[in-house]
């Protein structure tokens, strides 16, 4: 038995790295099966194998009590789980937790916008990666642009403080679409992230390498039309970000390839199924599931199991496009 007095207040790698951000992931199902994310015939898990709202409730105050300050809900798509507003009430109430955030596809948000808003979070993050309905509908598969419109215009009138859009950005994919998806955020206040593509879980629709667009790339279009200021704000995510003159808009770079993030690594990730991964592009974990489950209720056993995990955070990923994957789990069952 470890007396509570001796597990520390915050969690620290044994590279030294202080980690205070949680992605905890709330379902591996989604209403899309974007092309990047997901093979278009997927399997699911069966529920008995995924966390409660209790359960992930539990993980939440855990790691609330260990320091971290950050959780973003993510999935799958978190929106689709049902009663996830009851779990951000929950996590939305607790001590220390300075941001409780989410990304989601957008597709439900024409109706939980204002309940998110109430639950406590201050700030979103939607995934757009066109503004064409028939080229949404190919790189989702299935979504459909003017819900997902919809669902933004019912974020900006919800009164959430910051919007940010992620867009995957590729090759003759979205590329041309890059300067309007700027003028789209601009337009309304919000700001924008390009994320470079991620070698997760195998997918059938193209070639990774051949659709690749490196941030600088992206950076280089905009800068024909706009200028480009660094700056040094964080929103303690993996984005460098750079602000637009005369807009309240920031524009940032998620570079796993260009720009490895890995040295400033402030977060974890815990899966639908309870398994705390220490890295997104590395396999070490440990499941927390078995603890929650045979031990109901032990918080101690919980903050041990994450204290001790902390000597196995690896140093960082190793990505290769160009190689198979390494990583078998699509984005959607890590938690993006
Ligand atoms: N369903 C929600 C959504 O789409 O926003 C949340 C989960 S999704 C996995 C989180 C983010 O991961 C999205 O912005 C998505 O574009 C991004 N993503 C998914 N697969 C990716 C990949 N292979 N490489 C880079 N980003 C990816
Ligand atoms: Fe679903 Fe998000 Fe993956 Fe698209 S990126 S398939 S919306 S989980």
Redesign the pocket.
């Given at each position: 038995m470890t007396a509570a007095s001796a597990l520390p207040q915050t969690l620290v790698d044994r590279f030294g790295r202080r980690v205070s951000y949680v992605r905890l992931s709330v379902t591996d199902r989604?209403d899309?099966r974007?092309v990047?994310?997901m093979s278009e015939d997927m399997t699911f898990l069966p529920r008995s194998e995924i966390l409660s709202l209790e359960e992930l409730a539990a993980v939440g105050q855990a790691f609330a009590e260990l320091g971290v300050d950050k959780i973003r809900i993510?999935?799958?798509?978190?929106l689709v789980r049902h009663n996830v507003i009851e779990l951000f009430e929950t996590l939305g109430a607790l001590d220390g937790l300075k941001e409780l955030t989410l990304?989601?596809?957008?597709s439900q948000l024409d109706r939980m916008a204002v309940p998110l808003r109430r639950a406590g979070v201050r700030r979103i993050?939607?995934?757009l990666?066109s503004l064409d309905p028939e080229r949404f509908r190919n790189i989702t598969r299935v979504g459909n642009l003017n819900k997902v419109l919809a669902g933004i215009d019912a974020a900006c009138e919800a009164g959430f403080e910051r919007i940010k859009i992620?867009?995957?950005a590729m090759k003759n994919r979205n590329d041309d679409e890059i300067l309007p998806l700027v003028d789209f955020v601009v337009a309304r206040g919000m700001d924008i992230s390009f994320?470079?593509?991620?070698?997760?879980?195998e997918?059938d629709d193209h070639d990774?390498a051949e659709v690749y667009m490196s941030s600088d790339e992206v950076a280089e279009v905009i800068r024909q039309r706009h200028e480009l200021v660094p700056t040094t704000e964080t929103t303690g995510g993996p984005s460098r970000y750079f602000r637009i003159p005369e807009t309240g808009t920031r524009v940032g770079f998620?570079s796993p390839h260009s720009h490895n993030f890995c040295e400033s690594c402030n977060r974890v990730r815990v899966t639908t199924e309870g398994r705390l991964l220490l890295c997104l592009g590395q396999e070490h974990s440990v499941d927390l599931r078995e603890i929650l489950r045979e031990q109901p209720g032990d918080m101690l056993a919980l903050k041990r199991a994450i204290v001790d995990s902390m000597a196995i955070k690896p140093r960082g990923h190793d990505f290769n496009l160009q190689a198979k994957p390494v990583i078998f789990r699509?984005?959607?069952v890590?938690?993006?």
């Open positions: 989604c899309f974007c990047y994310c993510t999935g799958g798509e978190p990304t989601t596809n957008g993050n939607i995934s990666d992620n867009t995957v994320i470079e593509e991620m070698p997760l879980g997918i990774r998620i699509h984005m959607s890590t938690g993006g």
